[in-house]
C-alpha cells in the first residue's frame, strides 16, 4: 500500500499554526523571539498571509513584501517550512472604497459596507481581477522559495451575494441544469401557488422580498452558491498552478457546516484541510463529543480517501463559544492524537500569538499575551510537537473501512428546509451522530461518504434520514444490496428526488421498496414529551420524535410498536435482497436501539476492531496502516482511568515499548501501538 503524503519534499507531521507577522511590523523583537519559540515548541510550519491584503498593498497598485519575504527567510532559516496564503478573505478598505460592487448584496437586496471578513461578491470581475492580480505577484516572488511547501487558498470559504451580477449568473446555471423553463418548472413545481415562470428574468434567489417556498429553488440556489465559490476558487488559484505547479493547493473547510457542498468542493483541492473547535468540557459528556469529533474527521479523511491536513484547532480555550472554557491538562495531546488517529497529518493551531487588540484577541494561542514559554499551554503545545516527531512510520498512511455512513450536504439541506415533520429542527445531523457512534465506541473504522463514492468498497452501508435519492442514488443502493451488501436506513428514505420533488408511487421511491421489501404509508411526528414504544428480542425500546407507518411486503418485521393506533405496525424490518440484505428502521430512538442494532449488523459481516480487547465506556481504537504494518491508536476520553487487555503483542510507535496483556490508560491518555499485519 502507497503512502500518501502531503507534500512529498517534506515528509514529517506538519505542527505549527496561524502565524501573522504583518501584524506585529513594530514590534521587530517580538518577530526575532518567535523564531526562537517555535524551536522550543517543536513547531515546523507555518500558515502565512491569511488576512495580510493590507499589510501587502496598502494602497492600490502599490505593493510591500518585506514582511513576508523576511517571514518566510526567518521560518526557513528556523528549519521550519511554510503554508502561504493567498489574502482573499478579507480585502483592504480602498478597494471597498473605489469598487463597492465587490461588496456583498444581502438577501434583502441591500448592498453591504466594508467590513468583518468574507463580505465579497463572489462574481465580481473586478474582485477576481484583483484577486488574480495579487495571487500572481504572491506566485511569482515565492515559486521558488525552499519553504513553500503549500498553498493555503483563501479562509474558510462562506456566505452568498444577491447582487444583480450573482443573480444573473444563477440565472444562467440554471438554464445549464434545466435547458428549458418548462423542465425547471416541472421540476419545481412551481405551478403551485401560480409560480410558474414563463421567462428566466422572472428567477430570482429565495429571499423574504420575494419567493421562500419554491423548495426546488432553494436547494438549486444553495448548489449554485458552491458552484460559484468553487469557480472563485479555481480563478484564485490559476495563478498559482501557472508559477508552482508542484506545490499542492487546499483551502481549510468546516467540517459538516452546511455553508457550502465540501464534497463538491474537495474534488477541486489536492489535500482537505479542515478548522475544528470542539467545546471539550472536562467530565463525562466528552466521549460523546469525542465521538462527534471523530466523525467529523472521518468525513475529511473520506472526503478524498486520503491523508488530511487539520488546518486550524487550539491549544487551549476559543473566544466564540457561549462559554470559552480552558482544555484540561492533558486534554490538548489527546485531542492533537485524535486527529492522528483519524487520517489527518498535521496539528496546526489558531493562532501562534495572540494579538494585542480586536475580535480575537482572547483566542486561545501557543504564545500568551505574557509572551514567552513559561505558560501550561505552552509546554503542552512543545510535548505534542516532540511527540509527532517520533510517529513518522505513521505518517502518509491510510484508513481501511469497511463501513460506511452517508451524508450529503443537499440531503441535509433538503430536509432542514422541508414544510412538514418538525418544524424548526429535524435532527438530521444529530441522527447521522447518533448512527456513527456504536462504531466509534468499538473501534470500527468508518468511512463518511455520497453518492459519488464506490459503494462496493463497503460490507456495511448505514443511511440514516436519506430523503432526497436521485435515480442513480437507488440504482447504487439497489446493487449494493444485490451484490452482497448489508445496508440499514431509516424513517424518511427516498421521499424526494435530486429537485426535491416527490417521488410518485409511494414512498421510498423507485426500486427501493423492492430493495427493503415495505411501504411507508404515514409518517408520525411527536410531540417533544411524547413516546411510543418498541419491543424487539423480548427488550423494550423508546420511540421519540418520529414513528413511521410501514407496511411490510415481502420484509420480515422483527420489531413492532406497542402504542397509540399503529400497535402492531413494523418498527424493524429485514429484506434479503439478492445476495445482501436491507434493514429499516421506521423509528427514531434514544441512541440505545440503535446500539443494539448496529451490533447484530457488524456481528453478521465479521466485521470487528484492529484492536482486539474489550473498549469500556470512554476508550476507543481507531486505525491506519501502510499494508504491512498496522498502527491503533488507543485512547481515554473519560476522566477516569481505564483497563483493557489484548493477546497480541504490540510495539508503541514512539516509546519502542512491548505491549501485552492487561492495559490500563490513564485520564486522556493515548497509545499508540504497532504490529506486523
Keep these: 500500500m502507497k503512502k500518501i503524503f502531503i507534500n512529498p519534499t517534506y515528509k514529517y507531521f506538519l505542527h505549527g499554526g496561524d502565524y501573522n507577522p504583518d501584524q506585529w511590523q513594530d514590534y521587530p523583537e517580538v518577530l526575532k523571539d518567535d523564531m526562537r519559540l517555535m524551536q522550543l515548541a517543536n513547531c515546523n510550519s507555518m500558515s502565512v498571509g491569511i488576512f495580510a491584503w493590507a499589510a501587502l498593498e496598502p494602497e492600490e497598485g502599490k505593493y510591500d513584501f518585506s514582511f513576508l519575504d523576511k517571514a518566510m527567510d526567518d521560518i526557513y532559516a528556523n528549519g521550519g517550512r511554510v503554508i502561504l496564503a493567498t489574502p482573499s478573505g478579507a480585502r483592504p478598505a480602498w478597494m471597498s472604497?473605489?469598487?463597492?460592487?465587490?461588496?456583498?448584496?444581502?438577501?434583502?437586496?441591500?448592498?453591504?459596507?466594508?467590513?468583518?471578513?468574507?463580505n465579497h461578491c463572489f462574481t465580481s470581475p473586478i474582485y477576481r481581477e484583483k484577486v488574480t492580480q495579487i495571487n500572481t505577484l504572491l506566485a511569482e516572488r515565492y515559486k521558488d522559495h525552499p519553504a513553500l511547501i503549500a498553498w493555503h487558498v483563501s479562509n474558510e470559504y462562506s456566505g452568498s451575494c444577491h447582487c444583480d451580477l450573482c443573480r444573473e449568473a444563477f440565472r444562467e446555471w440554471l438554464k445549464k441544469k434545466y435547458g428549458t423553463l418548462r423542465?425547471?418548472?416541472?421540476?419545481?413545481?412551481?405551478?403551485?401557488?401560480?409560480?410558474?415562470?414563463?421567462?428566466?428574468?422572472?428567477?430570482?434567489?429565495?429571499?423574504?422580498?420575494?419567493?421562500?417556498?419554491v423548495h426546488g429553488l432553494y436547494l438549486d440556489w444553495r448548489r449554485f452558491v458552491t458552484d460559484q465559490t468553487i469557480d472563485f476558487y479555481k480563478n484564485e488559484i490559476a495563478p498559482l498552478r501557472k508559477f508552482t505547479p508542484n506545490i499542492p493547493i487546499t483551502t481549510?473547510?468546516?467540517?459538516?457546516?452546511?455553508?457550502?457542498?465540501?464534497?463538491?468542493?474537495?474534488?477541486?483541492?489536492?489535500?482537505?484541510?479542515?478548522?475544528?473547535?470542539?467545546?471539550?468540557?472536562?467530565?463525562?459528556?466528552?466521549?460523546?463529543?469525542?465521538s462527534e469529533v471523530s466523525m467529523r474527521y472521518d468525513l475529511n479523511r473520506s472526503l478524498k480517501h486520503k491523508p488530511f491536513v487539520q488546518m486550524e484547532c487550539t491549544p487551549s480555550n476559543v473566544n466564540h463559544h457561549d462559554y470559552n472554557k480552558l482544555k484540561r491538562p492533558g486534554a490538548h495531546m489527546l485531542s492533537s492524537m485524535q486527529i492522528v488517529a483519524h487520517g489527518g497529518d498535521s496539528v496546526l493551531y489558531f493562532?501562534?500569538?495572540?494579538?494585542?487588540?480586536?475580535?480575537?484577541?482572547?483566542?486561545?494561542?501557543?504564545?500568551?499575551?505574557?509572551?514567552?514559554?513559561?505558560?501550561?499551554?505552552?509546554?503542552?503545545?512543545?510535548?505534542?510537537?516532540?511527540?509527532?516527531?517520533?510517529?513518522?512510520?505513521?505518517?502518509?498512511?491510510?484508513?481501511?473501512?469497511?463501513?460506511?455512513?452517508?451524508?450529503?450536504?443537499?440531503?441535509?439541506?433538503?430536509?432542514?428546509?422541508?414544510?412538514?415533520?418538525?418544524k424548526n429542527d429535524k435532527k438530521v445531523h444529530a441522527t447521522h451522530s447518533k448512527h456513527y457512534h456504536p462504531m466509534w465506541k468499538r473501534g470500527i473504522n468508518t468511512d463518511i461518504i455520497g453518492e459519488d463514492d464506490d459503494f462496493s468498497c463497503y460490507d456495511i452501508i448505514i443511511a440514516p434520514m436519506l430523503y432526497i435519492t436521485s435515480d442513480n442514488m437507488i440504482d447504487k443502493l439497489e446493487q449494493f444490496v444485490k451484490n452482497g451488501g448489508t445496508l440499514l436506513c431509516t424513517y424518511m428514505l427516498g421521499m424526494v428526488n435530486e429537485n426535491d420533488r416527490c417521488h410518485l408511487g409511494g414512498f421510498p421511491g423507485g426500486k427501493l421498496k423492492e430493495v427493503f421489501g415495505i411501504w411507508n404509508e404515514e409518517i408520525d411526528t411527536l410531540y417533544p414529551n411524547e413516546k411510543n414504544s418498541v419491543t424487539f428480542n423480548g427488550v423494550t425500546y423508546d420511540a421519540v420524535d418520529y414513528c413511521e407507518i410501514v407496511h411490510a411486503q415481502g420484509a420480515e418485521v422483527l420489531a413492532t410498536y406497542n402504542d397509540d393506533f399503529y400497535k402492531g405496525m413494523p418498527a424493524l424490518t429485514v429484506n434479503n435482497y439478492g445476495k445482501g440484505k436491507a434493514y429499516?428502521?421506521?423509528?427514531?430512538?434514544?441512541?440505545?436501539?440503535?446500539?443494539?442494532?448496529?451490533?447484530?449488523?457488524?456481528?453478521?459481516?465479521?466485521?470487528?476492531?484492529?484492536?482486539?480487547?474489550?473498549?469500556?465506556?470512554?476508550?476507543?481504537?481507531?486505525?491506519?496502516?501502510?499494508?504491512?504494518?498496522?498502527?491503533?491508536?488507543?485512547?481515554?476520553?473519560?476522566?477516569?482511568?481505564?483497563?483493557?487487555?489484548?493477546?497480541?503483542?504490540?510495539?508503541?510507535?514512539?516509546?519502542?515499548?512491548?505491549?501485552?496483556?492487561?492495559?490500563?490508560?490513564?485520564?486522556?491518555?493515548?497509545?499508540?501501538?504497532?504490529?506486523?499485519?
Excluded at 473501512?401 to 418538525?422: E, M, P, T
Design 252 to 290: 481549510n473547510f468546516m467540517g459538516f457546516s452546511t455553508v457550502l457542498d465540501y464534497r463538491a468542493f474537495a474534488k477541486e483541492v489536492d489535500f482537505v484541510s479542515h478548522d475544528a473547535y470542539p467545546t471539550w468540557k472536562g467530565d463525562e459528556s466528552d466521549i460523546l463529543r469525542a
Design 97 to 118: 472604497q473605489k469598487y463597492p460592487e465587490v461588496n456583498r448584496v444581502t438577501e434583502n437586496r441591500d448592498r453591504r459596507w466594508f467590513g468583518v471578513r468574507h
Design 351 to 422: 493562532q501562534w500569538r495572540k494579538n494585542r487588540g480586536s475580535w480575537e484577541k482572547f483566542h486561545g494561542a501557543v504564545v500568551d499575551h505574557v509572551g514567552n514559554e513559561n505558560t501550561r499551554v505552552f509546554r503542552e503545545v512543545s510535548e505534542v510537537g516532540a511527540r509527532l516527531k517520533k510517529l513518522d512510520a505513521v505518517l502518509g498512511t491510510m484508513t481501511e473501512s469497511r463501513v460506511a455512513l452517508i451524508s450529503d450536504w443537499s440531503n441535509r439541506w433538503a430536509l432542514d428546509n422541508a414544510q412538514g415533520f418538525q
Design 584 to 677: 429499516y428502521v421506521t423509528f427514531r430512538d434514544n441512541g440505545d436501539f440503535t446500539d443494539v442494532i448496529t451490533e447484530r449488523l457488524l456481528t453478521e459481516c465479521g466485521i470487528v476492531s484492529d484492536f482486539d480487547g474489550v473498549l469500556p465506556c470512554g476508550m476507543t481504537a481507531h486505525s491506519r496502516t501502510d499494508g504491512e504494518n498496522l498502527y491503533v491508536f488507543l485512547q481515554n476520553f473519560s476522566i477516569n482511568p481505564l483497563e483493557t487487555s489484548t493477546a497480541h503483542t504490540w510495539v508503541t510507535v514512539d516509546w519502542k515499548e512491548t505491549i501485552s496483556g492487561e492495559i490500563t490508560l490513564d485520564s486522556y491518555e493515548t497509545l499508540i501501538l504497532s504490529r506486523k499485519i
Design 183 to 213: 423542465e425547471l418548472n416541472a421540476q419545481w413545481w412551481s405551478a403551485f401557488w401560480a409560480h410558474t415562470y414563463t421567462d428566466w428574468s422572472q428567477i430570482d434567489p429565495p429571499s423574504p422580498l420575494g419567493e421562500r417556498c
